[in-house]
């Protein structure tokens, strides 16, 4: 779940999810606006869900019909897509390898794609933001310690635990 909130939550545009079932159970998922994961559920009036596979049938469609959790205790985790949260059109396990559709139906997942349905401007900020991270990270990385380590009160803590710390020093007989 980790790796696709990291790839899908940076984009700010509306995006189609495929959702490739065992026993050819095929569904897409149109959102109209960003993924997010909230305790609430989420999304337009345009947000939709068909099935393809077996038959092709209009699921639901309207608005706040898009959740997802991953942190809350409270509430199930992973993706679910319905209004009604006692039927719910599908649910996805935050593990993504179990998918409950229609009627309580379970079936293991294949695949899992989603689409970028927005303008080049929307996939270039996602760029922007995703370098703003990376470098972020890099500077998080090459934090310089305080002082000299001659005088970092670690090294007299692991020299007291009798730890030798001065690996370049020859050690007396």
């Given at each position: 779940m980790?790796r696709f909130q990291h790839?899908?939550?940076?984009y700010?545009?509306p ?7 065992s026993?050819?159970h095929?569904f897409?998922?149109?959102a109209?606006q960003?993924?997010r ?11 939709c869900?068909?099935q ?7 699921i639901?469609e ?5 959740f997802?959790?991953e ?7 992973g ?5 009604n949260?006692k ?8 593990s ?12 293991d ?5 989603v689409?970028?349905c ?9 760029a922007k933001q995703?370098?703003w991270?990376?470098?972020?990270a890099?500077?998080q990385r090459?934090v310089?310690l305080?002082?000299k380590w001659e005088e970092n ?8 635990g009798?730890i030798n ?7 007396p007989?």
């Amino acid at each position: 779940m980790n790796r696709f909130q990291h790839h899908i939550f940076n984009y700010r545009g509306p995006t189609i999810m495929v959702v490739t079932c065992s026993a050819g159970h095929l569904f897409v998922v149109a959102a109209d606006q960003e993924w997010r994961e909230s305790t609430k559920h989420w999304g337009g009036a345009s947000c939709c869900i068909f099935q393809l596979s077996p038959t092709f049938k209009l699921i639901e469609e309207g608005p706040d019909m898009m959740f997802i959790n991953e942190k809350s205790r409270n509430v199930p985790r992973g993706i679910t897509i319905g209004r009604n949260c006692k039927n719910l059109a599908l649910s996805i396990d935050s593990s993504l390898s179990t998918v409950t559709h229609t009627y309580g139906m379970q079936s293991d997942l294949i695949a899992l794609e989603v689409l970028a349905c927005g303008s080049s401007s929307t996939l270039s900020k996602q760029a922007k933001q995703k370098q703003w991270e990376l470098k972020e990270a890099h500077k998080q990385r090459r934090v310089p310690l305080p002082g000299k380590w001659e005088e970092n009160p670690d090294k007299y803590l692991l020299e007291m635990g009798g730890i030798n710390v001065s690996h370049a020093e020859q050690i007396p007989d």
